[in-house]
């Protein structure tokens, strides 16, 4: 494992965690709650800065961080701790982290698509040997649906013609007025089904957000149903990768570019958004299926007992990532 790997992994892993703590940190201070300290890393007290209210440290381990409140995880008697706030402050508290998250996970990949472009579906040029220059298809033209379907970028137009049989119906724009063409489909030599035809490569800020923002769409999809999987059976735990791996997986992207870092650090960052809002105990999403039900019943769960159940599901989660981490060390051998 070299230098530059673990550079790039204590960097992936510091924005991942100061990220997800800012969002608890700044979802705080909006909703008045007292915040004691807000801690980048874990472990032995490196530096620290005391500022008006909030205790600012760095700490040895870049392995994760905290934001701790008031009355967060015990009873609190100050009129801005966390267990004295209406359960919509601190529902708003508790899911921030993950929220903040997803958004880095849309920044990155709308950062990644305006640098290198979007794909639109307006054509640029018609290949004179492809069946869309015979069916008459040109270069200017925008293509609004394919088999029916409306698209928004080439990647849904490029979706849609390898998922037709022999022909495929395009309605295109052209000079203002909608174009009805069925072009017939072939195989490149990769056996990809084409039409000739390539598109209008854009750099517009609000088109890369829009792709940025679909694009996490789709990868959340992809993940929960991953999820699903596990649930079912259908997918193992011997699948999942640990820190170990991801830091594997961190130095192999380095090799290729900046650009596929960050790609992956998006990846991580919406994957720990989703599991952080899973409804397990000791995650963010356990906290607020337990202020759901204080809210829904109007009886509070004791801290005693909330306590129990996420120190319960620690160590459960601690017994699970000790496992991936030995499946992690079992694929590097």
């Known amino acids: 494992m070299g230098l530059q790997t673990i550079v790039y992994a204590v960097i992936c892993f510091c924005i991942l965690v100061m990220i997800h703590e800012l969002g608890h940190f700044f979802a705080a201070k909006l909703t008045g709650i007292q915040v004691n300290e807000l801690s980048l890393g874990m472990g032995p007290l490196l530096l620290k800065h005391q500022g008006k209210e909030t205790l600012y440290s760095l700490r040895l381990f870049p392995i994760g961080g905290f ?58 040029a018609v290949s ?52 009805y063409m069925a072009v017939p489909v072939e195989k490149d030599e990769q056996g990809v089904a084409v039409i000739g035809i390539n598109a209008v490569i854009s750099k517009s800020p609000m088109k890369a957000l829009r792709y940025g923002s679909r694009a996490t769409v789709e990868m959340g999809r992809e993940m929960l149903s991953y999820f699903g999987q596990l649930f079912t059976g259908e997918s193992s735990v011997q699948d999942l990768t640990g820190p170990v791996g ?27 958004a989703i599991i952080n809002m899973l409804p397990l105990p000791a995650l963010d999403g356990g906290r607020l299926l337990f202020i759901i039900i204080n809210a829904l019943t109007g ?25 991936v981490l030995i499946l992690d060390v079992g694929r590097l051998l």
Not at 108 to 121: E, K, P, R
Not at 253 to 258: E, I, L, V
Not at 299 to 304: D, K, L, Q, Y
Not at 309 to 319: D, K, P, Q, R, S
Request: charged share 20%; glycine share 10%; aromatic share 6%.
């Open 128 to 179: 004179q040997e492809g069946t869309a220059y015979a069916a008459g298809v040109l270069p200017g033209d925008e293509i609004l649906e394919v088999d029916g379907k409306k698209v928004s970028f080439f990647a849904d137009v490029r979706a849609g013609i390898q998922k037709a049989d022999e022909e495929v119906n395009l309605v295109l724009l052209r000079d203002g007025k909608k174009v």
């Open 67 to 124: 934001c701790s409140m008031e009355g967060e995880d015990e009873e609190s008697e100050n009129v801005r701790a966390f267990n004295r706030k209406p359960a919509l402050a601190r529902a708003f508290v508790v899911v921030a982290g993950a929220l903040m998250n997803l958004l880095l996970a849309i920044v990155i990949l709308s950062c990644i698509a305006g640098h290198i472009g979007v794909a639109t579906t307006r054509i640029d």
């Open 299 to 323: 009886r509070a769960v004791s801290e005693e007992t909330e306590g129990k159940i996420h120190f319960a599901g620690m160590m459960l989660l601690f017994g699970l990532m000790a496992y």
């Open 246 to 272: 991801i830091v594997s997986a961190i130095g192999t992207q380095a090799k290729r570019g900046f650009i596929y870092v960050a790609n992956l650090l998006a990846m991580i960052s919406l994957n720990l």
